[in-house]
């Protein structure tokens, strides 16, 4: 066996149907815990963050306001896997994926909450007096100085992973929507060169270059610049890509009922949803479909809830339902649009799809050019992969900071910092594949620490969720 194949086959059992069962079940455990209030309590979240987004809200030293706490979070869940990676789902694991892809995101909410409502619990103020929280400080603060190695073997976890899924993966993805926009305007333009043993185009490393630059000056600025940066970036990346999904999906609205038709009879057979015999299994459909769905919102992963500890929001439970409203606008909106924009296109004859087979960002972008034309699609996808992936890196370059600070201590982040923006570079122009299954590999081992402290005190995320609402309840 080949390095390779050792490292796809420890990439394949990290995102397996272990870890899937776990990460679902983890979620609808603690679900049956919470009253399942994604459900009940739907106008009380709504009114509590979507209702709340533009109100004016102040931050105190060392902190941010909940909703850049919001921001900081989703930028790094809605990444290139909203675009590129739901595609791939629905090509391998067919429509019925989209299905699992809901599952799983209905009950990670309740994944993603608990994760917000602990990583405010059991938060501390560092040397600098910013608030630092997540997994490693709600295992070790909530579970006990016992378990302090299991908060330190996901540090290490999510130092590593940040290179490649928080990094390197990015901006390789904004390198080549850029270079395809410039050659859909400039057919064959790009000169290319020798660096670093690769071939590549003299665009790319000017990319990597700026973006190395832009991450530099907001990451250097702490928290509360990254919050700043965020808290604008992260609504108009949004409203780009709703826009210009909701429009397509509208061109084609009379096949919308074929393709929910699809996407639920797919869920459960395949080959009669797209009326043919491909051979995708219906394990094929969940495992993809599940996969993506928890790789996208990283529900369970122990990542967003670093973000979420540095709120000014001092209530656990008020800033555990942005968790519930992060993943509901991840998955059920942005990812969904996807969704809909591939399989209507293809419902109406506009774009073709090989079932079974790996699909990307450019089927999106063939999906998208039956409306806008390849040459504004083409810019539309740069733009949106480009906000996406860049707000990615910018929150992954938080989380690898805090984990590096909980490791070695706070005067060892500015070398982790250095590195993580000359790495900017380096990714930009690299393309080992080995090196990103490694690190896809590393950012799913993660969940396994942190799901055994969601667990482990899912009994004070009970009592404090219990306590809020009866105190609501009293106050009526």
Excluded at 98 to 114: I, N, R
Excluded at 412 to 420: K, L
């Amino acid at each position: 066996m080949t390095i390779s194949e050792l490292i796809l086959k420890i990439d394949d059992f990290a995102w397996g149907p272990l870890t899937l069962l776990l990460l679902v079940g983890t979620g609808f455990y603690l679900s049956v815990r919470m009253g399942f209030i994604q459900f009940t309590r739907i106008p009380y979240w709504m009114r509590n963050t979507a209702g709340k987004l533009f109100h004016k809200h102040e931050a105190g030293e060392g902190e941010v306001t909940p909703f850049q706490a919001l921001t900081t979070a989703l930028a790094a869940t809605v990444g290139t896997g909203n675009i590129a990676g739901v595609t791939g789902a629905i090509f391998v694991g067919g429509p019925g994926a989209v299905f699992w892809m809901w599952v799983a995101a209905l009950v990670g909410m309740m994944t993603k909450y608990s994760e917000v409502v602990l990583a405010v619990r059991y938060r501390e103020r560092n040397a600098e007096g910013d608030w630092v929280g997540g997994p490693m400080y709600y295992i070790k603060n909530g579970m006990g100085e016992k378990w302090k190695w299991l908060g330190s073997l996901f540090c290490i976890l999510a130092c590593l992973a940040a290179f490649g899924i928080g990094n390197a993966t990015q901006v390789q993805s904004i390198a080549d929507a850029i270079n395809n926009a410039i050659d859909a305007f400039f057919p064959n333009a790009g000169y290319s060169f020798m660096f670093l043993g690769n071939d590549v185009r003299v665009t790319t490393l000017i990319i990597g270059i700026i973006l190395s630059f832009i991450v530099a000056l907001v990451l250097f600025g702490g928290i509360k610049r990254i919050g700043q940066v965020t808290e604008k970036l992260v609504p108009l990346m949004a409203a780009v890509y709703i826009v210009a999904t909701v429009t397509v999906v509208c061109v084609n609205f009379s096949h919308l009922g074929e393709v929910l038709r699809m996407i639920f009879v797919g869920a459960f057979n395949a080959d009669a949803a797209i009326g043919g015999i491909v051979g995708i299994a219906i394990m094929d459909s969940i495992k993809k479909g599940v996969g993506r769905g928890c790789f996208s919102n990283e529900a369970g992963l122990g990542s967003a809830p670093i973000a979420h500890a540095a709120s000014s929001e001092s209530d656990p439970v008020k800033q555990g339902l942005y968790g519930i409203f992060e993943v509901f606008m991840d998955t059920i909106v942005i990812c969904t649009l996807t969704s809909f924009t591939i399989l209507s296109c293809y419902c109406s004859g506009g774009v073709d799809i090989t079932w079974g087979s790996g699909g990307g960002a450019s089927n999106i972008a063939a999906a998208m050019g039956t409306v806008f034309g390849s040459k504004l699609s083409a810019v539309i996808l740069a733009i949106c992969l480009t906000f996406f992936a860049l707000s990615t890196v910018l929150s992954w370059s938080l989380y690898g900071t805090r984990c590096c600070e909980y490791l070695f201590g706070i005067k060892a982040t500015r070398v982790y910092q250095v590195m993580f923006v000359f790495f900017v570079i380096i990714g930009a122009t690299m393309s080992l594949q080995d090196a990103w299954n490694l690190a896809d590999a590393l950012n799913g081992f993660m969940a396994f620490p942190n799901l055994i402290a969601l667990l482990a005190l899912s009994g004070v995320t009970t009592k404090l969720t219990r306590e809020h609402f009866a105190k609501l309840k009293e106050e009526k």
